[in-house]
Structure formats: structure tokens, C-alpha cells
């Protein structure tokens, strides 16, 4: 199975300020099409998770644009140029290159 | 708009059985390149469990293999996964997801205790 590491686990941000995810995958995520099928889903608090970012980069219709991804290959990273008290929750990076799918272990973003 | 709504979750003994059902609306599920079930053990992170494929085949997690069944009822328009001889362990949120992983239902609650 595709091991995904998330880092860090714990993300406390001051409103106003940046911050950045890290995924890394065990094995290359392109998939025979050329595409890399890496997603980042936000979940917030009492809430089902939610897709912001597809295929490494492509962000979600009504996603704000200060939600960035980017990577390749194995080593992925998810951005927030400025956070703001809604982006509290726990992001996710998962793979769906490869099956069975999988899910890092989760970064909990806190306001400092 | 797609629309997923699960159903069918409880409280279950140790080796009991429980058959949770997954309504599609806004898109028919058979065309839909495949649907998930995901689940998620309280304060834990997600853990896929099963996948249908529009042309039926299907896919399990080892943790599960041989004691679920996903299938899909077509006129209903619904997903389906029958969980048989649960554990301790299967106590979660479940959710249906399509394969674009953009449509994620509210989930329904599996736990399973004496």
C-alpha cells in the first residue's frame, strides 16, 4: 500500500499569517495517464471532509484562492497564504494513483 | 447537484451483522466510474473501506475483506454495504464518496459494543 505522511501533525497559525502542509507519498503518484491523482480534503469541525484541491493543484469551485497545492512525483505541499478562523479543521492529502486508496494521518490547523 | 445520504447505522453487538445504504440523487449511481465507502473511527483519520465500479467489479480493504459486501441497487439508485461478524474495531462514521472524491454524504454511525 501507498504510505501518505502528512507534517506536521499539529498546526497552530496566527489569523493573518501563512501556512504550508507536507505530504509525502511512498511511490510516485503519476498514474499511466500522465495525471497524479493527489487531493487535499479539509474537514472541519463536526463536519464531513471536503475536497479544496484536485490532481496536485486544481482548486474547487467556491474554494478561496488563498488555498494553493503543489508537488509532484512523491513530494506534495498544500499552502494558505493567509488564514483566516473558517480554515480551523484537520486537512487531509490522499492518493487515488493507486488502490487501495489511501489517507495521510491528518494535520490539525489551531489559531494560535 | 450530487446528493449522498447514508442510512442503516446503529449500535451492534460483537459478531453481529448491520447494512448500511447509501441514496445517490442529482446523477444515476451506475454511471458514476465508482463509489466508495470511507470510514472514520472517532478522533481518527480515514480509512478506505470498499469501492463499486460502474461495470460492478469491486474492491476491498484487507481489514474488511470477507466479512463486508458493497453492491449497488440500480433502481434505487442506491449503495449498498453489508457488514457481517463486526468488530470493536469497525466502530466509525461511514461515508459514501463518488470517485471524483468531491461528494462526501454526512456519514452514519457504526458502533459496536456489548
Known amino acids: 500500500d501507498v504510505v501518505m505522511t502528512q507534517s506536521p501533525v499539529s498546526l497552530p497559525v496566527t489569523l493573518g499569517q501563512p501556512a504550508s502542509i507536507s505530504c509525502r507519498s511512498s511511490?510516485?503518484?503519476?498514474?499511466?495517464?500522465?495525471?497524479?491523482?493527489l487531493n487535499w480534503l479539509q474537514q472541519r469541525p463536526g463536519q464531513s471532509p471536503r475536497r479544496l484541491i484536485y490532481e496536485i493543484s486544481n482548486r474547487d469551485s467556491g474554494v478561496p484562492d488563498r488555498f494553493s497545492g503543489s508537488g509532484s512525483g512523491t513530494d506534495f505541499t498544500l499552502k494558505i497564504s493567509r488564514v483566516e478562523a473558517e480554515d480551523v479543521g484537520v486537512y487531509y492529502c490522499m492518493q487515488a494513483t493507486h488502490w487501495p486508496i489511501t489517507f495521510g494521518q491528518g494535520t490539525r490547523l489551531e489559531i494560535k | 447537484e450530487v446528493e449522498l445520504v447514508e442510512s442503516g447505522g446503529g449500535l451492534v453487538q460483537p459478531g453481529g451483522s448491520l447494512r448500511l445504504s447509501c441514496a445517490v440523487s442529482g446523477i444515476t449511481v451506475s454511471s458514476i466510474n465508482y463509489v466508495s465507502w470511507v470510514r472514520q473511527a472517532p478522533g481518527k483519520g480515514l480509512e478506505w473501506v470498499s469501492v463499486?465500479?460502474?461495470?460492478?467489479?469491486?474492491k476491498y480493504a484487507d481489514s474488511v475483506k470477507g466479512r463486508f459486501t458493497i453492491s449497488r441497487d440500480n433502481p434505487k439508485n442506491t449503495l449498498n454495504l453489508q457488514m457481517n461478524s463486526l468488530r470493536a474495531e469497525d466502530t466509525a462514521v461511514y461515508h459514501c464518496?463518488?470517485?471524483?472524491?468531491?461528494?462526501w454524504g454526512q456519514g452514519t454511525l457504526v458502533t459496536v459494543s456489548s
Open positions: 464518496v463518488t470517485s471524483a472524491w468531491n461528494d
Open positions: 511511490q510516485s503518484l503519476v498514474y499511466s495517464d500522465g495525471n497524479t491523482y
Open positions: 463499486i465500479y460502474s461495470g460492478g467489479g469491486t
